[in-house]
């Protein structure tokens, strides 16, 4: 296992499309980082650049402190796990685990018993003969990671491994890949767009947006502390509230006006989450119609409008005390908005 | 409509369409002359010295009375409405003056039971299909079957009618002789029992076919919807193939077992006879491995063919005009290409023999030569299917995944590898589609034979489809050159079969 360096990574397309924008990133030896972002921002680009099916403009690619920005796919050491799998249609499952190691001239009982093993890793023994055609997508996705990990690489790529899943067999993966991840102590750099997936598996998070790097961090520290309004939009679901308005002295005035700990008096966005939100009637509380209930079980989702039109969500622990047409006053807890610029969205405070 | 009873739909179709072949069959071919010949003589005979009979009952026109009058032999003649007859002349007393004559038709009244009869027999076994049928509740397949009986009944007694109708029409009215009353049986003319024969045999087919349609609607309704939709879109392309292709192919066997040509319109069986004959021809078995030798320029170019589609696949400036170079010469004209080559291979002026002249190389008479002209067509071959087999094998490149060649430079493989690993075991069904029909249309091939050698030098490019040609049209020997075509017709149906199967065998792959 070696660590993963990207330096002022640029890619700019024939075409002049930008897919990559001055990224550096570091993921430590045996790291498990998650790199997320809205569609199109870049995701898949930079593990192109990372695996070698791309060449950057400028910036370097570092796996292990060795320099591989111009070495071609397989002097870089790098498994990556392609969204399609890519699995080789007409070799069987054993076939397609075997080739990375085939084609390094591996040959007899060392190469049959790394495939038994990485297939028994997966759980995937008594498919060994059969053609991926004849695989489940759960199964299929289980093949393409044993061919990515018999050949012990330097690191791993993974590009939404998961994103053809179904919800069940994608929650159990997530918990399965955690447990190999600890298991091979391996360098991982997985993308996904999907934030459950990166806050509950990565060590790291990195949000991209528009081939930047926005800001990265623990998955938790990250949801708390988001440094602009980007960030923070995209960690969370239900997505975090936003309501615009000013910052004068210490307080935030908008259609929702709360303390606010800034200095600067400026247009701002409040960022609130939804678990933040407190429902009834209290002084500084705004009056607001309930539109919608959303009851999840142990919590409920209350869908609110203000009087000047703006759309809340609030997050209440088990059945919501109000049903859809009341009215409500509505606050926000003491001390948890988020205040961002409004010109920018960079954070205030 | 259980799976027996279906069964036995199938096994009424069958029988019907086999009697009704076998009807067809004796009214074509049951027509045995000569015993015929010696019967019309025996009536005459027996006839001789009789009165002759104001009203006699032939229609005989002039012409055939006298040429009747100055043969005694028992001849064979038409009808006004082209039927077939053996008379022989009734003489008088005195063996001298012919007074008349002694007429016999086909036995067409057995025809017209055997025909009638399997009718029936098909009309019960339907009928009783559908008394067998228990869960139908609907009153559609009911009246299926008593339309289709209606068809079947129809049909039959139309064709009996019509033969009915002809005996009475022509036989002798009340001043003949009994005896000959009795003999002449007037036949329907053979065009219209025919027509009449193959209505029925269709009838037949429709009937059963419709009671098993509407019993099994009752069962599956969406699923006979869709059958019907589907035989209707197939209905046009199948009747064109019925008749441009199945017609001919049967005609041809047909040809193959008899002794056929133009000019005589005697054509009896002679079974593999020609067969034989083929087997025993050395030049058919030289054209066959000429041919086999020829089929060899498809491999040859596909490898060629390979290698360029490797090269245009490259993302490169002008690519795509190279592409078009590539493959123009497979659209331009087959005889244009071979006048071409001609030139360039002549060898005198031929441009080949011009290059091998500035290396002071002896000139070559390509296609002059036995032994350089076979190889000289398949260059000519292969020039003109590159570019086909490089747009195919281009189409198949292109229909791999990118990121299965992504994934093998992942793990490692080198452009070699990629290749022989992942690129050319997907390519293997556009190979073998290319192979197969490759052979097949080399065994096809005429036009550059036709154009460029003839056939030689020496029957050097004599290959099967040439040969055919020839031994047809210009030696005449249609029946023989009818048996080489299903020589070199089943020879394709193997190979045609053996590329199904790996376009099956394939699809279960992917
Ligand atoms: N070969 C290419 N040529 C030109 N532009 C490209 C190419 N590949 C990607 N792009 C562009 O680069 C940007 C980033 O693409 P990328 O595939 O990295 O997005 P992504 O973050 O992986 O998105 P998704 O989540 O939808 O997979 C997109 O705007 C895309 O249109
Ligand atoms: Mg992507």
Redesign the pocket.
Known sequence: MADLALAHLVKR???G?V?VDDVTLTVGEGAFTALV?P????????LRLVAGLEEPTSGTVQIGGRDVTWLPPRERDVAMVFQNYALYPHLTVRENIAFPLAVRRMAGAELSRRVTNAAELLEIGALLDRKPAQLSGGQRQRAALARAIVREPACFLFD?PLSNLDAQVRAQTRAELVALHRRLGATILY?T?DQVEAMTMAQTVAVMAR?RLLQEGAPLRLYRDPASLAVARFLGSPSINTVAGRTTGARFEGALACEARVAACADAVLGVRPEHLVLGPAMDAAPAQVTLVEPLGPESLVRLRLRSGEELVARVAGEAACCAGDAVGVRVAAGTGLFFRAADGTRLA | MTRGERRAAALATLLWSVATIGVAWHALHGIDHAARSREALARAHALQGRAPSPAFPMHLDVRELSALQQDERPLIVHDPDGSELVTAPVKDADDWEIIGAVGLYSRWREMAISTALPSFAALLVAIGLMVGVRAVRTVGPRVAAVGAGALFGAAAAATTLQLRDAVVALAPRAAAPPALERLALAPPSLAFTGLLLALLAVSGALAVATIHWHAAQAERPARVRETLGAWSFIAPSLAHLLVFTIAPVGFLLWISVHDWDLLSSDRPFVGLAHFREIAHDPLFWRALRNGLVYALYVPVTMVAALGAALVLDQPLRGIKLLRVVVFLPYVASTVAVALVWQWLLHRDFGLLNAALATLHLPRVDWLGNPATALPALMLVSAWGQLGYMMVVYLAGLQAIPQSLIEAARLDGADAWQRFRLVVWPMLRPVSTYLLLTGIIWSFHGFTLVYVMTEGGPAHATDVLVYRIYQTAWEFRRFDVAAAMSVVLCGLLLVLTALQWRTVKGEAADA
Not at chain 1, 39 to 45: E, F, L, V
């Open positions: 397309f024939a075409g499309v897919g972002g569609s199109g921002c870049g995701k898949t680009t930079i939404e993308v767009h081939g």
